[in-house]
């Protein structure tokens, strides 16, 4: 007699989903920060922090399965190695702090994204919120334009008057306008997943709102975003050759379109002092190339921040913190490939799974956004990528119950060659920085 093996039981946090929804409304609309006080400084209120801890206990206690990934684990090896680092550097007691803050940040809401949100219902309204956020946001910025004065109603000044900005993690117009391009993608995926005119209509505008906001943010590193986001769309629509040769003619309207942003040039002091601090950061990798010299020490080594996602923390956590954290992106995007590499005309009786496809394509397109902008800021730590993670991971297992196929992804020798490609991107970061200087 054949012994059945019983299937595990799933059984879905409410509780933890609800706090995880009032957690993203404090960290991405933070209503707990409208406050005229703010007109000199930024108030910050813990609020976020205890949400977010209620809806880790509703997980831990309620919701199954629990969905690790090797996201989890490549994450932990982070949370677990910049301590290490610290010690190395005797900073052991600073690191200890910023541990906490990269697993409050970093793989805590990775794991409450993957595992929460576990449903298109669920999904519907995070992203909902994205956009809710992504709009008031824009109005935010508007009021600050408006304003003699860049005062918005929240009472926050743009920043030294001319470029947009918003509240605690968004207090960066750089960090806004990476918010505003990464959520393009999402509205697009909204505008189409809806039957509603006036709906689709709204998302449409709003995606408009999100290019006007960038350029009232004033940022360079979005702008150069929203340029790779499209060259990647134009890829797969229309092949590498017709893109290329399309973008070798449209070199002039582009330059024209940078030339209303702040000066992009090698030789203006800002993108100087950008290369410097990337070569800086090389310097640091060569003095302790295994453990950095401690996350949140490249300000104290050089002066200034990296201004490059990818050299800050190769040189705050040496080659392993590297290839962990590039490794985790990289998958991420692979994970996502093989959902909208799908046949979708195999699922044409199934909506929720050419919903599903169409999803994961918007997401490699939010991650080509993130990764390009990254490139030009230092922002490996801010905590949306990693909730764009958890989204992604959540995507992909759920896919992998009703289209098995993909499952070919969770295989280690996939894990070995992305790392081992990591690896080879600091060769490649390395070469770039020396043919700019």
Same mark, same amino acid.
């Given at each position: ?21 009032? /957690? ?5 609309? %933070? ?12 108030? !910050?209120?813990? @609020? ?10 509703? /997980?831990?206690?309620?919701? *199954? ?32 702090? !910023? ?15 993957? =595992? ?21 946001? $824009?109005?935010? =910025? ?19 008057? !001319? ?18 391009? @990464? ?48 060259? *990647?769309?134009?890829?797969f629509r229309y092949g590498k ?21 702040? #000066? ?27 453990? =950095?010299?401690?996350?949140? !020490? ?27 954290? *590039? ?16 046949d979708k005309e195999r699922y *044409? ?13 918007? $997401?490699?397109?939010s991650f080509i956004g993130y ?18 993670? =958890? ?6 297992? %759920?896919?992998?119950?009703? #289209? ?34």
């Amino acid at each position: 007699m054949v012994r059945q093996i019983p299937k595990p039981i799933e059984s879905s946090s409410n509780l933890g989903y609800f706090f995880l929804l009032l /957690y993203s409304v404090a960290i991405f609309i %933070r209503p707990q920060e409208w406050d005229p006080a703010n007109v000199e400084y930024f108030i !910050e209120y813990p @609020i976020a922090r205890y949400l977010l801890i209620v809806s880790f206990i509703g /997980y831990l206690f309620s919701q *199954t399965p629990k969905i690790w990934g090797y996201q989890g684990w490549l994450l932990l090896g982070i949370v677990l190695f910049i301590p290490i680092s610290g010690l190395r550097n005797g900073v052991f007691s600073d690191s200890i702090d !910023e541990t906490v803050d990269f697993f409050l940040y970093g793989l805590l809401p990775l794991l409450l994204y993957a =595992g929460l949100v576990d449903s298109q219902r669920k999904q519907y309204w995070m992203l909902i919120l994205l956009a809710t956020a992504c709009t008031i946001m $824009l109005h935010h =910025g508007i009021s600050q334009h408006l304003d003699p004065d860049g005062f918005g109603w929240s009472g926050v000044r743009s920043f030294k008057g !001319e470029r947009i900005r918003y509240l605690g993690i968004f207090r960066d117009p750089n960090d806004m306008a990476m918010f505003f391009l @990464i959520n393009i993608p999402i509205l697009i995926f909204l505008k189409k997943s809806t039957n509603n005119w006036i709906l689709s209509n709204i998302f449409l505008l709003l995606c408009f709102g999100m290019l006007y906001g960038i350029y009232l943010a004033n940022s360079r590193g979005a702008l150069v975003g929203f340029m790779a986001l499209v060259f *990647t769309y134009s890829c797969f629509r229309y092949g590498k050759f017709k893109s290329s040769i399309t973008a070798l003619i449209l070199l002039p309207g582009i330059y024209i379109a940078m030339s209303l942003f702040r #000066a992009i040039d090698i030789e203006e002091g800002s993108a100087q002092g950008r290369i410097d601090a990337w070569y800086a950061g090389f310097q640091m990798l060569i003095y302790r190339p295994f453990f =950095g010299v401690g996350k949140g !020490e490249f300000f104290g080594h050089h002066g200034l921040t990296a201004h490059n996602s990818f050299v800050l923390i190769m040189a705050e956590l040496g080659v392993v913190g590297y290839v962990l954290w *590039t490794t985790t992106i990289a998958f991420t995007m692979y994970m996502l490939y093989k959902v909208f590499s799908l046949d979708k005309e195999r699922y *044409t009786t199934t909506p929720t799974i050419i919903e599903n496809i169409l999803f994961a394509k918007c $997401l490699f397109y939010s991650f080509i956004g993130y990764l390009t902008t990254a490139f030009f800021l230092s922002r490996c730590y801010i905590i949306f990528l990693y909730i764009f993670i =958890g989204l992604a991971c959540g995507l992909y297992y %759920r896919m992998l119950k009703i #289209a098995p196929e993909i499952g070919d992804i969770l295989d280690t020798k996939i894990i070995g060659k992305l790392m081992l490609l990591s690896l080879l991107s600091i060769v490649v970061l390395f070469f770039i920085v020396k043919i700019l200087l």
